[in-house]
């Protein structure tokens, strides 16, 4: 018995001899991930040092060190449960062994990257002097071995999510100065009583004004973009925070995730951007024109960085024969269905597809449903980027779905030359003047809802109206639809009563304007054709405000001025009756405001104005009375812009002014340009700020 023991014992201890590796060396090869290089050295059967350690990138998610008993570091295991998160230039590093194995349990040693299964590096552990190292791995010095380089493309922090939440917040800190630039004046007027907040005279330095002036101007490069120089400094600024917070090296396979991180991050902003009920306008009072301008760069830059992100990884796996495995695990298969369903967003965005097929442009933006599902199982902290905005998209599509149940009635449906329908509702209204709509006619589609100007004041009453013109598809077929329904109650169907019938559901009022209307004591009205429905909108409400104040209310007058250039004198129809009010109520001499009105009608041959001084000089603008019709404000020919501001300065000196501009771009161009036109001159000082009203999505 006492022999069998110590056989046992002897076994035991030759078994341990034979598997003891203190003393075996390695060599990372250089040029792994992550820029792994070094020698190993097994200590003892629980720990291992590496001298001459250097990682250049640490930051990789899960990166741990690896054992296997084969070549092929992917079937081996974990060896030290701790995990590598700094870099290194050199020196040495000692590894504790305590994940319950031992140096005779494998032959390579290796980093490895258990969250996307990537090899950093590895080495297979000889006998020293096989492979030409020192013998000792607990003394004495490996050969010198020159520093890698580092890289000037580094990140400016060196943890990827810490950079993506950097720019994050960096977007967000340009819409707080777009608040606090917007926010002021809002809450001074929500201060005052209402229709009380208008300014005195413009007291404004030339710096100023020349500032002002820059920013006024149409775009430098009409070529190239529409954008103002505003909206290029927008974009300049998102542009360099892109380039600031992405700058990277592009050197190692986790160099790649950063644009992983970014695409969250933007993606996340997006979806803060997207939704119509929107707290950046509401609460901090950032225009909707700008949200959306926001949206769209957050949203093309998604792509972009996803993009770089899909195509560096895969290029990767590629040169490491290693895409067929990870093409089979499921978090990879999720990114890419996350990726696809950006591309195809992308495509159906572009302005060609958006102002011709709405609808083709519209509907798939419901992918991003599927690129958020993707985008939280693929990567790590995605709901902090995403979960907000998705919560807010919730809370709108609520509000939403409560507005369909408004009943909203119907008054009238009237038609006027040039293929224009006007609708007037009951139980809806506008908050603001200039505001929009999403409209759903069932007649026309039941599924399509189409936005609109909402051609009214906010009404104490719930009333609003729309004007439609059949431009395109879904309004040629609101045109149609309610001639459909004229013809039909004046037919023999109305007697049998099978009359269709045009019922609408409502979805809004939105949008957050960059000015308070009325707030400047001078208001500028130029439209082109149906751009006159915003126009409407505002000069009724700024009147409106005038009449309930009465003549001692208000600290000074209103004054209007609207150019309206038509093609035809038929479309003058569209809101001759309206025009015609407006006009009564602006020559009660108890309402302290003034309205003056042209009209130019440039597609019929008549005797041209041209630049006829006379008929802007600063008494000569012909008032509307309520018997006259629009002929005595109706003039052929192109208006003269120029003569119009001029006369406009002329009554009103040192007035600031509030300009709204809708139109073709030329018209709109050309307002900006006389807008800003001789305002120095004089006693010319007062700054006329333009509102454009573009309708696009």
Request: glycine share 8%; charged share 15%.
């Amino acid at each position: 018995m006492y022999f069998s023991s110590i056989v046992l014992l002897c076994l035991v201890s030759l078994i341990h001899a034979v598997s003891d590796k203190t003393g075996y060396t390695g060599t990372f090869e250089e040029g792994g991930e992550g820029g792994l290089s070094g020698s190993v050295f097994v200590q003892d059967a629980r720990s291992l040092l590496i001298k001459d350690y250097q990682l250049l990138d640490a930051a990789a998610p899960a990166l741990y060190w690896w054992g296997a008993s084969t070549d092929d570091l992917s079937s081996g295991f974990r060896i030290s449960e701790e995990q590598v998160i700094e870099t290194s230039a050199g020196g040495e590093l000692q590894i504790k062994l305590d994940s319950g194995k031992t140096t005779a349990d494998f032959s390579t040693v290796g980093l490895w990257c258990e969250r996307f299964g990537v090899n950093f590096g590895q080495a297979t552990l000889e006998p020293a002097g096989r492979n030409g190292t020192a013998a000792s791995g607990t003394s004495g010095s490996t050969s010198a071995r020159k520093p890698k380089k580092i890289s000037p493309f580094r990140l400016i922090l060196r943890d990827q999510y810490t950079t993506a939440r950097a720019y994050f917040f960096s977007v967000l800190g340009l819409l707080l100065l777009e608040s606090l630039y917007h926010l002021p004046l809002y809450l001074t007027c929500l201060i005052k009583r209402e229709g009380t907040c208008t300014q005195s005279l413009g007291r404004h330095t030339k710096f100023y004004l020349f500032i002002h002036k820059l920013f006024t101007l149409p775009s430098p490069f009409p070529s190239i973009t529409t954008k103002t120089l505003p909206d290029m400094l927008r974009l300049a600024m998102f542009i360099a925070l892109n380039i600031l917070w992405g700058w990277n090296r592009n050197e190692f396979t986790s160099d790649f995730d950063l644009y992983g991180w970014l695409t969250l991050a933007n993606g996340g902003l997006a979806l803060l951007f997207a939704a119509r009920t929107n707290v950046f306008a509401i609460v901090a009072r950032v225009p909707s024109t700008t949200l959306l301008l926001y949206h769209r760069w957050t949203g093309r830059v998604t792509v972009i960085h996803a993009t770089i992100h899909v195509i560096f990884l895969i290029r990767s796996y590629i040169k490491s024969g290693q895409l067929a495995t990870v093409l089979q695990t499921l978090r990879i298969q999720l990114g890419l269905m996350a990726w696809i369903s950006l591309v195809l967003i992308a495509i159906t965005s572009f302005s060609l597809i958006r102002r011709r097929w709405f609808e083709v442009f519209y509907y798939p933006h419901a992918l991003f449903l599927l690129f958020v599902a993707g985008a939280l199982v693929h990567a790590t902290h995605a709901p902090e980027f995403l979960i907000p905005g998705l919560a807010l998209w919730f809370i709108d599509r609520l509000i939403r779905f409560v507005y369909n149940f408004r009943h909203v009635e119907v008054e009238s449906v009237s038609q006027h030359p040039g293929d224009l329908t006007k609708i007037n509702v009951r139980g809806f209204t506008s908050r603001t003047p200039g505001q929009i709509a999403w409209v759903q006619i069932s007649g026309v589609s039941f599924l399509n809802w189409h936005p609109f100007t909402i051609a009214s004041a906010p009404s104490p009453a719930k009333e609003a109206t729309f004007a439609v013109r059949g431009l395109g598809n879904y309004t040629r077929g609101v045109h149609a639809f309610a001639t459909k329904v004229g013809e039909a109650r004046t037919s023999k169907a109305a007697a049998s009563g099978c009359t269709p019938e045009l019922k609408v559901r409502i979805d809004g009022p939105y949008g957050v304007g960059p000015t308070v209307w009325g707030y400047h004591p001078v208001t500028v009205i130029v439209a082109g054709g149906i751009g006159i429905t915003p126009g409407i909108s505002i000069a009724s409400h700024i009147i409106g405000q005038a009449r309930n104040l009465g003549a001692h209310a208000a600290p000074q007058n209103r004054h209007i001025h609207i150019l309206w250039v038509v093609k035809v004198a038929q479309h003058t129809s569209w809101f001759e009756d309206k025009l015609a009010d407006l006009m009564a109520i602006a020559s009660d001499p108890s309402v302290p405001a003034t309205m003056d009105l042209r009209i130019h009608i440039t597609g019929e041959k008549a005797t041209e104005l041209g630049a006829n001084e006379s008929a802007y000089g600063a008494h000569a603008a012909q008032r509307f009375q309520p018997s006259s019709s629009l002929q005595q404000v109706s003039h052929h020919g192109r208006p003269d812009l120029q003569a119009f501001f001029h006369s406009i300065r002329a009554r009103h000196p040192g007035l600031d002014a509030t300009v709204s501009a809708c139109g073709p771009r030329p018209l709109i161009d050309a307002t900006r340009r006389e807008a800003v036109a001789g305002q120095t001159e004089g006693r010319n000082k007062g700054a006329y700020h333009v509102v454009e009203e573009v309708f696009e999505f």
